[in-house]
């Protein structure tokens, strides 16, 4: 006979590595970690930046629940935060998940900026004169020149 005591685990630790691989994210996770994803981290970073401390995750649970009592459900609430994260991002704005309750009621009317693009030749930019109907040049100096290029020569840049 064995006298060997074995010691038993509490029912409520048997197995407890196992269900929470099966537990999939709660809906406050799927909305923080949503919120990480387009700042442009990745779930490993976040849990890596989360066990240095440079992330404290339980800072973001309140207003994700809230953010989820407003919206309803948790593709909206996601639905939410990407209109504001692509509203910020293109107007190179910080943006937390509490700017979504802020810009709640004109998320319909949040869009990004556009992109402005401008014409060059050579270098200088081309103006298009509305009345004359015609491409001017303003050189470096200030002149207006008439365009006699090729459309093919005239290079559009994006300006920030």
């Given at each position: 006979?064995?006298?060997?005591?074995?010691?038993k685990?509490?029912?409520?630790?048997a197995g407890?590595?196992?269900?929470?691989?099966?537990?999939?994210?709660?809906?406050?996770?799927q909305?923080?970690?949503?919120?990480?994803?387009?700042k442009?981290?990745?779930l490993e970073?976040?849990?890596?930046?989360?066990?240095?401390?440079k992330i404290?995750?339980?800072?973001?649970?309140?207003?994700?629940?809230?953010?989820?009592?407003l919206?309803g459900?948790t593709?909206?609430?996601?639905?939410?935060?990407?209109?504001?994260?692509?509203?910020a991002?293109?107007?190179?704005?910080?943006?937390?998940?509490?700017?979504?309750f802020?810009?709640?009621l004109?998320?319909?009317?949040?869009?990004?900026?556009e992109?402005?693009?401008k014409?060059?030749?050579?270098?200088?930019?081309l103006?298009w004169?509305?009345a004359k109907?015609k491409?001017?040049?303003i050189s470096?100096?200030?002149d207006?020149?008439?365009?006699?290029?090729?459309?093919?020569e005239?290079e559009?840049r994006i300006?920030?």
């Amino acid at each position: 006979m064995n006298n060997k005591k074995v010691k038993k685990k509490p029912a409520s630790l048997a197995g407890a590595p196992e269900r929470r691989k099966k537990l999939e994210e709660t809906e406050i996770q799927q909305v923080v970690n949503h919120y990480f994803y387009t700042k442009g981290l990745t779930l490993e970073k976040i849990k890596k930046d989360a066990k240095k401390k440079k992330i404290i995750y339980s800072r973001f649970t309140r207003p994700a629940r809230q953010l989820l009592t407003l919206a309803g459900s948790t593709q909206k609430a996601i639905k939410a935060l990407d209109t504001v994260a692509a509203w910020a991002n293109s107007r190179k704005l910080d943006y937390a998940i509490e700017t979504v309750f802020k810009k709640w009621l004109e998320l319909d009317r949040l869009k990004p900026k556009e992109i402005v693009k401008k014409p060059y030749f050579q270098g200088d930019l081309l103006v298009w004169s509305g009345a004359k109907r015609k491409w001017y040049v303003i050189s470096k100096d200030g002149d207006w020149l008439e365009f006699a290029g090729r459309d093919d020569e005239v290079e559009w840049r994006i300006i920030k």
